[in-house]
């Protein structure tokens, strides 16, 4: 590690911690030429290979950009949409590899869109499992009734407003 102040082409370790959500390496360091310190961070790079072969970083911002589209006029924060892509890229690197295919990424935001939101989640799963019938909507909608009656889980308060089963309040 080069030092910032002086160029010299060495750096001692002085103190490392995990940063709070665990993803990086916070490390204190100090030049022994000038001996000023500085800090460094660093985490472990995760590759996306796309169906045309190409590499990329994996980049929060991109599933963000693809999950904000589906959550268009939803009742969906920007701070539940960060959640969500940090929890994608935690998935991805609980799998323990270096490289994934973009199709991991995408199975990745399902869940945890299902969870968020489920008409952002037939959005983005007709776009990305590329629906082409009102056959393959219905039937991911009754996966959708199938899990959540399994589950004993009732939609939101929003959804139930929504639907116009309760009044506004």
Do not use: W
């Amino acid at each position: 590690m080069h030092c910032p102040f002086c160029r010299h082409t060495d750096s001692r370790v002085m103190d490392s911690r995990t940063t709070d959500d665990g993803s990086s390496i916070r490390r204190r360091r100090q030049c022994p030429e000038c001996g000023r310190r500085f800090t460094t961070i660093e985490t472990a790079s995760l590759t996306v290979t796309k169906r045309s072969g190409a590499n990329e970083p994996f980049s929060r911002s991109k599933v963000l950009v693809g999950v904000r589209k589906a959550c268009q006029g939803r009742p969906v924060t920007e701070d539940d949409l960060a959640i969500l892509a940090q929890r994608v890229e935690e998935c991805i690197r609980q799998q323990g590899q270096a490289e994934v295919e973009a199709h991991e990424v995408g199975l990745a935001i399902l869940g945890p869109l299902r969870e968020l939101d489920e008409v952002a989640y037939l959005r983005f799963a007709s776009v990305y499992q590329a629906f082409d019938s009102l056959e393959d909507f219905e039937g991911a909608i009754t996966l959708l009734r199938a899990e959540r009656d399994a589950t004993g889980t009732e939609p939101d308060r929003t959804d139930r407003q929504r639907q116009g089963s309760m009044p506004p309040g």
